[in-house]
């Protein structure tokens, strides 16, 4: 059976004179043992009724009751079963209710003798918790500051009333001691009627408590009051230090300074318990900056977004950076400083406005620096109409995080300058070993083969005339091939090192085609080279550019089609103008190899080699598409290469700006018989002298 009912609530509505008090825990155990020892220390036989929350509250008073017991043979110990908790009549009478009876929220002791009665009747106060439920003994069961709330009185008509309720409750669990019950009644005087006549006698039988006892409670009550303080003190202490182990953990775990400003923003917001915390990036030279990273408990809307002024529109912000501290603005609506800027310019204004806008009463501002040098800034938003001031030990632990949040944003800061370091110094080895690699093989063996060839000239005099010219054109050959290879090196060095003189012109794209295109035919037999077909208008407006480097850049981007696309292919040249800017769009297409699609922008590189520097079934050195690279960049260029993958071709892709609508030709590059930067002319194309184009 459950009773729903309070003991507490019964005592109170049939006296309603009675007025409870405020109890903690270990208030209502100094009074319980004192009671029990004024038994332990008397003569009398009294009725003892206890009744436990718990079982294991009952276990720690259990040899205090056998003591009891040995005084009077009417003790009642009531609790709810946890164990091996029964209802059994041993040294005294237990009594297990229901775990969900009203009586598991509830403690009492009535001790009722001849010469005086003493009566305590409390229930568990119980406190709200987040989820909207509430509270009770088995939240928090060892808590000396748990509340109670009932009766402690030596007064015998409340004794008596307490006592025939909970004897009536003990008949409910246990109707056997009814014989037991009603000669307790009898012997203590326990009835109905006698309890409506003793509030006249109860003088006559009342005994003044001790007043050392009344000092004990004060004192308890006083005690436990400054013992809640210190839990308090210490678990905001606690509250702290976790909030900054938090973010020392977050530094430790991760590098990313995103992820610590988000740690950071949410552990600070908690904790100081703000209707908005931000965290944002922002050095002394700044103009503006842009909120990433927010807490918001607050109505006041959310900022994340917003961009904020810095400099002269933001006197606060200008201060934290003269005084390099915290700056606190008790009232944004009437502070001076605010009030001050708005009337001078209109971004103050609107600084104010933003303020008012997102219901900002009280603004606190903590910078983040590291070494004197401004990283950052910390913003404690109080929202609603009344100020909001900070206390001493807030601020420093605000200082504490800025300062955290400073050091973690330099180790992000250095360890990604050491991993752009690192990538550096990996390409630099690659380099190197590219370097060493390709012109050992480059150099190696051509040189072999002119030794050979020239060896066997000096050392075979009868050699027929055909066999020696046969020598003398392969000796030829490979020496082009290093003179290539050397010429390739030094343009690539000029470019990168700044050392170019340019001279750009106005030209047709169509005659700078035409002339790459010859190089290409000179070079390489018909029978050698894919067909390639050119889709150049003549229509296209003129360019202005250094003409012997656009020709370099078509030549080479012809040369590394033809090198990768079989006889059998095809390779196009294709122009355009682009029609949302000033610039033609030159395309050199082959069905050749083709190029995976992780390799597009490697592929520009110096020395990339697709194959491996000492696999490669194509000559060259892999600076080609990297001296492409610099010339197109240094006309504010784009060139980019695009594929379908290995064997589906590939597409090679540059601009080149165009000419005013009113330009004219500065000279055809055709009738000049001008040579390519990387190539010796030859003597078929005279030298071009530069002294019959116009520098731009």
Known sequence: MIISTSVLAELTQALPQLRQQLYFKSSLTALSHAMEDQVLAGTEHPLVIASFQRERFYRQEAHRYKRIAERTSHTYVLAAPETDFKNSSGYYETIAFDPRDS????????????????????????????????????????DPSRRFEGIWTFDRQVGYKAAELLLERILTYRP????????????????????????????????????????????????????????????????KERLVNSITVAIRQSLDPEEILQVAVEELGQAMEVCRCLIYRAQATDETATINHEFLAGKGGSMAGQTLPLQQDNPLFQEVLKRRERVYVANTQTDKRLTKTAKQTASGASLKRLFKQYSITSLLMVPVLYQGRLLGMVELHNCGEMSHEWKDDDLALVDAIATQVGVALIQAEAYANLEDLNQQLAALDRTRSNLVAITGHELRT????????????????????????????????????????????????????GRVE??????????????????????????????IITQVPKSLPLVRVDGEWLVEVLAKLLDNACKFTPPNGQVTITAQQLPDAPVLKVTVADTGRGIETNRLETVFDRFYQEEGALRRTTGGTGLGLAICRQIVNSWDGEIWAESSGKDRGSQFHFTVPVASGDSEPTTSLLNSGRSLVGYQPSTTRPQFQRTNAKKG
């Open 176 to 239: 056997e001691l009814a014989d037991k019950i009603e000669q307790a009644r009898e012997t203590y005087g326990i009835t109905t009627a006698a309890s409506q006549t003793l509030s006249n006698q109860a003088a006559l039988s009342y005994v003044d408590p001790d007043p050392f006892v009344q000092r004990l409670v004060t004192y308890l009550q006083a005690g436990q009051y400054k013992l809640l303080k210190a839990y308090r003190s210490i678990t905001a202490q606690e509250q």
């Open 103 to 142: 009586l598991s929220q509830e403690w009492h002791l009535v001790v009722i003798g001849q010469q005086y009665t003493i009566c305590l009747v409390c229930r568990e106060r119980t406190l709200p918790v987040d989820n909207g439920s509430t509270s009770s003994s088995t939240n928090a069961e060892m």
């Open 502 to 531: 340019w001279h750009p012109e106005v030209l047709s794209l169509p005659e700078c085609v035409e002339l790459a295109l010859s190089n290409i035919r000179a070079r390489r037999s018909e029978a050698e080279r894919p067909k």
């Open 446 to 497: 051509p040189l072999s083969t002119i030794q050979v060839c020239l060896e066997s000239l000096a050392q075979e005099p009868d050699m027929s005339l055909e066999l020696r010219q046969v020598m003398l054109n392969t000796a030829l050959t490979d020496a082009e091939r290093m003179r290539k290879l050397v010429q390739d090196f030094l343009t690539l060095s000029r470019l990168e090192s």
